[in-house]
């Protein structure tokens, strides 16, 4: 086991408000890396204990980062500190935040939950977020809509992506074309239209044809005839025939789809779930 001096320890090594990992002089804060959980330094290694490169980096967290910003992050950390963390492994489901942090003007100690930086997120999307979903859907019952991820017994993973697309942070390439990056900014299934969330999940052919295999596999197997339209896909689910879960079961489906460069399949969705039940 290693000693560390002056206190030090990788497992509470900070990449924000550290006075050590400064860019221009300041040290550094990005929200979108924080708001993604990505807190520590260890969280930055490969496996074989080297800082990620930005297409790992791209792979590992998903999520829109400039390789701007990846620079200016990756640049700023000490080697040796590195060398320091080479031989521990960082967990971060486990940390503890002994010392404060200051996000915003949000000071966290002790403990920082999925919870707080939840409510993070929220403090800042629902006003642009309820304003985009009602401006297409009109009247809606915002009670529900908030609640219902976590009404359901379903997984952290899947939770989240209907979470993000709520709340209009899912990282489709929509949200991308501010950066002005040099990528194609087209939807990746179709590689027609523009790639935003409501497309992606729902307006995309491939999600379309996706979704109807669904009903008529639900029509067939249960009986009514059960539409899913955007509003039940980005909002709330109405319906009260079928399990709630299977629709987050299925925005999870074409979620896992777009970063792994297929296309929402029935038959694999079916597989998945069928396999995880087991
Ligand atoms: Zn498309």
Request: with cysteine.
């Amino acid at each position: 086991m290693l000693a560390y001096k002056h206190n030090f320890s990788p497992h509470r090594y900070f990449l924000w408000n550290n006075k050590d990992i400064r860019f221009k002089n300041k040290s550094l804060f990005f929200r979108n890396w924080f708001e993604n959980k990505i807190i520590l330094v260890g969280q930055l290694l490969n496996e074989d204990g080297y800082l990620l490169s930005y297409g790992e980096f791209i792979y590992k967290f998903k999520i829109p980062i400039t390789p701007k910003e990846y620079a200016i992050v990756f640049d700023a950390i000490p080697r040796g500190v590195v060398s320091l963390l080479n031989s521990s492994v960082v967990d971060v489901s486990n940390i503890d935040l002994h010392e404060n942090i200051i996000i915003g003007n949000i000071n966290i100690k002790d403990k920082c939950s999925n919870k707080q930086i939840r409510n993070i997120v929220c403090d800042t999307t629902i006003p642009s977020a309820r304003f985009f979903w009602s401006n297409i859907y009109g009247d809606i019952q915002w009670g529900n809509a908030w609640k219902i991820a976590n009404k359901y017994c379903i997984s952290n993973k899947v939770k989240e992506v209907s979470f993000k697309m709520l709340h209009r942070i899912y990282p489709v390439k929509h949200v991308l074309e501010r950066f002005k990056l040099n990528i194609d900014y087209k939807c990746d299934f179709c590689g027609m239209e523009k790639e935003t969330i409501l497309h992606l999940f729902f307006a995309c052919i491939y999600s379309r044809m996706f979704w109807i295999d669904i009903k008529n596999f639900v029509t067939k197997e249960i009986g009514p005839v059960v539409l899913f339209n955007g509003f039940d896909i980005m909002i709330y689910f109405r319906n009260s025939d079928i399990d709630k879960d299977v629709v987050y079961l299925i925005t999870f489906h074409i979620h896992k789809c777009k970063w792994s460069n297929l296309k929402p399949n029935f038959f694999h969705f079916i597989n998945e779930v069928y396999v995880k039940q087991l």
